[in-house]
Antibody
């Protein structure tokens, strides 16, 4: 079955960097667009970034554009989120998710369990 | 960006009774291919979100038949034909038409 396991979260000071990883298994990773979605403590869901199955297209929320970079390594079945210049408002649980449709962008389907990022001095 | 709104924001339900949630978008979500790019998610307490409905009215794999999605353009509805206790949680709609995807604020469903 589909498994998505995030890692790399932790406590980091404002202005510093962090890289999240999402290890995928149980499906043909290279065939699906992948997402990062975050949820601040006690708040709703906020889409962060999406990358197409072939890595050609990448899109970001305005709140992270220029600071975060989404990437993937299809040979390692792994999704990444490089987060630079972190701010306190980036504190959230970060989920990775797989698209519902192969080779298309139709929205997240399967989600990981999330990894908590806390930005605090 | 497309702004998503939901109503109500809180919905007490009675098991066995129907329930519905409304979602509205600030712009039409109807694609030229005929699909409405609107998804519904449920986040149960302490869990990751799960996809219920995609592209307006398509039930995701494993989703019970009591859940259905309808609507077109800017007005959408999620219906639960007969609520069960396990349906409690927060329901979110999400537009996936514009590639600055946006979620609604969420509707908290709990048992009366």
């Amino acid at each position: 079955q589909v498994q998505l396991v995030e890692s790399g979260g932790g406590v980091v000071q404002p202005g510093r960097s962090l890289r999240l990883s999402c290890a995928a298994s149980g499906f043909t990773f290279s065939g699906f667009a992948m997402y990062w979605v975050r949820q601040a403590p006690g708040k709703g869901l906020e889409w962060v970034a999406v990358i197409s199955f072939d890595e050609i297209n990448k899109y970001y929320a305005d709140s992270v554009k220029g600071r975060f970079t989404i990437s993937r390594d299809n040979s390692k079945n792994t999704l990444y989120l490089q987060m630079n210049s972190l701010r306190t408002e980036d504190t959230a649980v970060y989920y990775c998710a797989r698209d519902v449709r192969q080779q298309l962008v139709c929205g997240p389907d399967d989600w990981g369990q999330g990894t908590l990022v806390t930005v605090s001095s | 960006d497309i702004v998503m709104t939901q109503s109500p924001l809180s919905l007490p339900v009675t098991p066995g009774e129907p329930a519905s949630i409304s979602c509205r978008s600030s712009q039409s979500l109807l694609h030229s291919n005929g699909y409405n790019y609107l998804n519904w998610y449920l986040q149960k307490p302490g869990q990751s979100p799960q996809l219920l409905i995609f592209l307006g009215s398509n039930r995701a794999s494993g989703v019970p038949g009591r859940f259905s999605g309808s609507g077109s353009g800017t007005d959408f509805t999620l219906k639960i034909s007969s609520v069960e206790a396990e349906d409690v949680g927060v329901y979110f709609c999400m537009q996936v038409l514009q590639t600055t995807f946006t979620f609604g604020p969420g509707t908290k469903v709990d048992i009366k």
